[in-house]
């Protein structure tokens, strides 16, 4: 097995002109079996140009227990990162831009900071987003997390911009902080937990009565599925759960969605119920 460490290259223009890097051909499935040379030639997409690997990032490769793809630096404008992961681990250390793990099909991603936009959404023209797999993120997200999402878990130690779980068709979020709104619209199935939910409790209360038809009434609810994670950031994030009488609510039930929102006691009164 095989340990891919590359770091971004330093460049004294970032400074004035922070450029945008599509860094999507960075993947397990592009790297393994090839000789070092092979892979600085690697193309990658910079300000919409086609260039080196090389060019803009360090490559060391080493013998690991599991294949291993580690990526580092000032990493806030490149985007794509881990998509169409499929196996063993990619890490991402630092803040990353969008479309982190995007097409995911399995593995685990480890994203030690901030991830942008599009985490875990549809890579490219596909219509499905991660279809398998573990994401960790330490840190917060942006917009549209868990897009289209199919299979797999994605656990979010901080909050959430907009659009949380948008059309999700299954599997399960986990989120530590606050949310942004727009959760769950066009949500099928699969479950969103929330560790935190006063922000959704504010955004209901702002809905218009047609919004707010897409909840059901919240229901009392036993999380005792939450005892077949062993993962210890979902049992950290999960913690607040515990100690509190947990709800569910259905989703999104304009478009006929059976999805799943659970949450602590404090936003059974704000919806209402």
Known sequence: MTRWHL?????AADDAAPHSI??????????????????HE???GVDGQTVRLADWFELTIEESETDQVVVEGPLQNVHGLAAMHDRDE???????GDHAACGMTGGTVWIQGDAGDFVAAPHGARRSGMSGGVIKIDGSVGNYAGHR?????????????????ASMVAGTICVGGETGEGLAVGMKRGSLILANASAMVRHADQLEDIAKGRFSSPTRFDPAFFNLYSDRQFREI???????????????RTVGGLGEVIFASTAELALGE
């Open 7 to 11: 770091r971004r290259r330093a460049r």
């Open 22 to 39: 599509d860094a999507s051909n960075i993947r397990r499935s592009s790297l393994a079996g090839k000789p070092v040379a092979e892979i």
């Open 42 to 44: 690697l193309a990658i």
């Open 90 to 96: 990619f890490q991402i250390i630092g803040h990353v």
């Open 149 to 165: 999402m199919r299979r797999g878990t994605l656990l979010i130690r901080g909050s959430t911009g907009t659009m949380l779980g």
């Open 238 to 252: 999960t913690q607040p759960l515990e100690r509190l009488p947990v709800f569910r609510t259905r989703a999104d």
